[in-house]
């Protein structure tokens, strides 16, 4: 069967009730049938669920839909997205270890290793986006004072930028030099990209985002190699960033629509993308799967459509922006994203906010910048809005001027 076959076929066991749609199973708690179950269950020696903190019916059927989407061995599911970057991360590293990572990063990405992880004696080295294999090799080869990476972390695309990582070239680095190659697959999803293929250890995602796909749930999750995944369901089942029941019932059934949708959010986004490019008011519009874009064809060769988020660069700073947004019509004002409907952010007052100017800087996050998350309106009603807000914001600056 096709993978978006077992994305709606993939259930948990039936119960005695011969359900047709998978029950919620809202317990804290699952009983023992005898005292020899329970023995058995805490030492693992039977496989079942003891407490939703550890697992749970619906969890569990939500983890292998997307391991069966991302092909991976095993995973976790989480309460958000970020715990499970956080899970992947110190489930893994240890004091004296090194992690590089991809610069163009989500603004809590950037804390965890710059706030927390070196509060715990572990090292970390930046790497532009579109640096070379022999750049990525030299910030992983061990030189005076630091060791070989443990972990090279990524978004690609990248969170707000869309710069690219290019998977097959740092699945080769991780052959030579045996790193756990832990990558962020949050904005491509298991149905644009999926890195395992590339030679990637661990894939990731917010759930929250296009799993989800209504802004209804948080959630997160990690799939990857099943030895990897042990330690970090240790880490998590004792530190506890457990996914409700609830929520993974939500993104469960919301898996099964989840190809359908995407279709849907590229389509848009590369139509908008171009309306955009051509217009005179916009001065910069960053999208994959644009010939434009600086890494086109690297977007070609690991993706199999643009995805649906927008980047562009309106002249006139924060007061352009204020303007475009009091325009804008259909368009949500909001910091999140993968929504059936369009949600437009300001990056560098909302989601990367907390980043210093000379980091801004470095991700290309300026006062103009726009995030746009393209929802599943009718593409020519998306158009016209975003046409009009761009010249009545760059009308309303000429008259300031």
């Known amino acids: 069967m096709k993978k978006q076959t077992k994305a709606i076929r993939t259930q948990a066991k039936k119960s005695q009730n011969r359900e047709h749609s998978v029950p919620l199973y809202l317990t804290s708690s699952f009983a023992f049938e005898s005292a020899e179950q329970g023995k058995a269950l805490f030492e693992e020696s039977e496989e079942g669920n003891i407490y939703s903190r550890f697992s749970n019916p619906n969890v569990s059927e939500f983890v292998d839909k997307v391991c069966m989407l991302e092909n991976a061995e095993d995973g976790i599911a989480t309460g958000t997205g970020m715990a499970a970057v956080f899970a992947s991360m110190a489930g893994l590293l240890k004091s004296g270890d090194h992690l590089v990572a991809c610069r163009a990063l989500f603004g809590s990405a950037h804390q965890i290793i710059t706030q927390i992880l070196s509060k715990w004696g572990i090292t970390h080295t930046y790497v532009d986006a579109t640096a070379t294999e022999a750049e990525w090799e030299a910030a992983i080869q061990p030189n005076t004072g630091r060791p070989v990476a443990r972990m090279?972390?990524?978004?690609t695309p990248s969170n707000p930028g869309l710069e690219l990582v290019d998977l097959a070239m740092l699945g080769r680095l991780k052959e030579k030099y045996g790193f756990i190659l832990n990558v962020d697959n949050c904005f491509?999803?298991?149905?644009?990209?999926?890195?395992?293929?590339f030679g990637a250890d661990l894939?990731?995602?917010?759930a929250t985002k296009f799993m989800d796909g209504q802004g209804r749930v948080?959630?997160?999750?990690?799939?990857?190699?099943?030895?990897l995944i042990q330690p970090i369901r240790f880490f998590a089942r004792h530190t506890g960033p457990s996914l409700s029941p609830f929520n993974a019932w939500v993104l469960s059934k919301s898996l099964e629509t989840l190809d359908l949708r995407m279709e849907r959010h590229c389509r848009n986004a590369q139509q908008l993308a171009e309306a955009l490019e051509a217009h005179e008011d916009v001065a910069r519009v960053l999208y994959p799967f644009l010939p434009s874009h600086p890494q086109f064809e690297l977007a070609k060769a690991q993706m199999s459509a643009g995805g649906a988020i927008i980047t562009i660069e309106l002249e006139g700073g924060f007061e352009r922006i204020k303007a475009f947004f009091d325009a804008l019509e259909i368009a949500t004002l909001s910091s999140n994203l993968g929504d059936s409907r369009t949600i437009v952010t300001n990056p560098n007052t909302t989601t990367h906010a907390k980043l210093k100017p000379d980091e801004k800087a470095a991700l290309g996050i300026t006062p103009g910048l726009v995030r746009i998350s393209v929802g599943l309106e009718a593409i020519d009603d998306l158009i016209s809005d975003f046409t009009q807000a761009v010249e009545k914001s760059a009308d309303a600056l000429k008259e300031q001027v």
């Open 188 to 197: 491509a999803t298991p149905i644009l990209q999926t890195p395992i293929d």
């Open 152 to 155: 090279v972390y990524l978004e």
């Open 203 to 206: 894939s990731i995602h917010s």
């Open 218 to 227: 948080l959630g997160g999750i990690v799939v990857g190699r099943a030895d």
